[in-house]
């Protein structure tokens, strides 16, 4: 019996150009690059040099920390190029990939007598370890912790997001046999949303479901472990994207690595939004080409949802972590006559400021990326509080991380957030700070604290 849990507080953002459920072909050039940066919380060493040959599943880097998690190429091919920045900085390593594809071999594993030794090593020798993340610090994991329970959310209510029942059809099978294989490691904690009760993503006995029914950012892990099991100072919990535990049932079940997502190609600037299916670290000129002018000006392409993604550029590629590619308004060409003072019957606000609210809820918005001023004094009016549903007082742990108060940090229980769980309260925040870029440098200050 599935537990429900009733978010109130949140906001839903209802953005124009949502992905409709239909997938689309795509063809892609053959080059694909894996991104360092993707994984926070490692130092890469190479493991591979140019001109080498690869296999799909073999090791490209490997985290110089502990030797063990390693990152894998998507396909097999040629490392055509190692991109560095400053200071030798690994910004991306490119391959080329053969037109007969070869996979690196695990081997099969029977689920009945895997154990939780078997799984880590698993997860660490084909490279799927490095998408396990972490709380506190929202890190990618360290396998010598045990950790008191493994949390996955199935869905995402940010704007524009990928719907993961659609993104996983024909693959629940697979999905349910990677939480079945998560669950000999330790308990395993699937938040779903009321609509996907009577899919096939279920039934698993094996792991606790809780339904949680609420406006974004309901979908959040983050929101969802505050709910279930808060993390204590101490303890550890992981989080796995849903696609990464299709992933590792097809791992299981086949012996092979198929780093493939089902992702959304969304935004107003889309000329079609579908849903198309791509190995991660392929070309976002690939993803688009079809979609949108990559040379037109006055337009964002975001690694990612509106919210929590990256800005990136058309020569760049999908991030390891991305179930969406989105393209919307710039706004840097915007220029309003009367400013703030206009009506706005076109414009989201969160309050009656704009007499958009008079066309309802379910009116769809094509927002721009302006921040609409400049960074203020930052006032406690309790904005944040107000679509913040975690027990934490977010505006004054805000506070406590600009002032680098580590032990009211600790206190107002920074161990159990992540740099997405400020979103929407970045969203709606009068004060035009930038609450995710705060969060992030916190935990990454408090970590080496206590390092």
Same mark, same amino acid.
């Given at each position: 019996m599935e537990r429900l849990y009733k978010i109130k507080k949140g906001l839903d953002l209802n953005l124009k150009g949502k992905a409709v459920l239909e997938l689309q072909p795509?063809? +892609?050039?053959g080059e694909y690059a894996i991104v360092p940066d993707d994984f926070h919380g490692m130092v890469p060493r190479l493991v591979v040099k140019e001109g080498e040959q690869v296999l799909a599943g073999q090791p490209l880097f490997v985290d110089k920390a502990t030797e063990r998690i390693k990152v894998v190429s998507p396909v097999s091919g040629t490392v055509s190029a190692i991109v560095r920045g400053e200071r030798r900085k690994i910004l991306r390593v490119c391959v080329k990939a053969n037109a007969q594809q070869e @996979?690196? &071999? *695990? !081997?099969k594993a029977d689920l009945g007598k895997l154990s939780a030794e078997s799984v880590i090593e698993l997860l660490l020798s084909s490279g799927l370890f490095a998408f396990v993340r972490q709380r506190p610090y929202d890190v990618v994991a360290n396998p010598a912790d045990q950790p008191k329970a493994i949390f996955v959310s199935a869905f995402s209510k940010m704007p524009l997001a990928a719907d993961f029942t659609f993104a996983a059809q024909g693959r629940e099978e697979a999905f349910k046999n990677g939480l079945r294989t998560l669950a000999k490691i330790a308990k395993v904690h699937l938040g779903i949303s009321p609509d996907q009760i009577n899919t096939p993503l279920l039934p698993v006995s094996e792991v606790e479901v809780s339904v949680f029914d609420g406006p974004n950012p309901s979908g959040n892990v983050g929101v969802q472990i505050n709910h279930i099991d808060p993390v204590n100072k101490g303890e550890v919990v992981w989080t796995l994207d849903p696609g990464v535990v299709i992933m590792l049932g097809e791992l299981v079940e086949t012996g092979h690595v198929n780093l493939t997502r089902r992702i959304a190609v969304a935004g107003s600037h889309v000329a079609s939004p #579908?849903?198309?299916?791509?190995?991660? =670290?392929? $070309?976002? /000129? &690939?993803?688009? /080409?079809?979609? +949108?002018?990559?040379?037109a000006e006055h337009q964002r392409i975001i690694n990612g949802n $509106?919210?929590? !993604? /990256?800005?990136? %550029?058309?020569d760049g590629y999908l991030s390891a972590f991305a179930g969406e590619v989105c393209v919307i308004p710039e706004g840097d060409d915007v220029n309003e006559v009367f400013g703030w003072i206009a009506p706005r019957f076109n414009q989201f606000s969160t309050s009656r400021s704009? *007499?958009?609210?008079? *066309? =309802?809820? @379910? #009116?769809?918005?094509?927002? &721009?990326? #302006?921040?609409? =001023? !400049?960074?203020r004094h930052m006032i406690m009016s309790g904005e944040y509080d107000r679509v913040f549903p975690m027990d934490i007082y977010a505006g004054y742990l805000i506070k406590a991380i600009i002032t680098g108060d580590i032990d009211k940090q600790e206190e107002l229980g920074i161990?159990?957030?992540a740099p997405e769980d400020f979103a929407v309260a970045e969203f709606?925040?009068?004060?035009?700070? %930038?609450?995710q870029r705060i969060v992030?440098? =916190?935990? &990454?200050?408090?970590?080496? %604290? @206590?390092?």
């Open positions: 795509l063809k +892609t050039s @996979n690196h &071999d *695990f !081997g #579908r849903y198309v299916e791509v190995k991660i =670290g392929a $070309p976002l /000129a &690939d993803i688009l /080409a079809e979609q +949108t002018d990559l040379k $509106p919210l929590v !993604g /990256a800005k990136a %550029e058309a704009y *007499f958009s609210w008079m *066309f =309802g809820k @379910n #009116r769809q918005y094509d927002l &721009d990326c #302006r921040i609409k =001023g !400049g960074e161990y159990e957030v709606v925040d009068s004060s035009k700070l %930038e609450l992030r440098e =916190g935990l &990454d200050i408090l970590r080496k %604290e @206590n390092a």
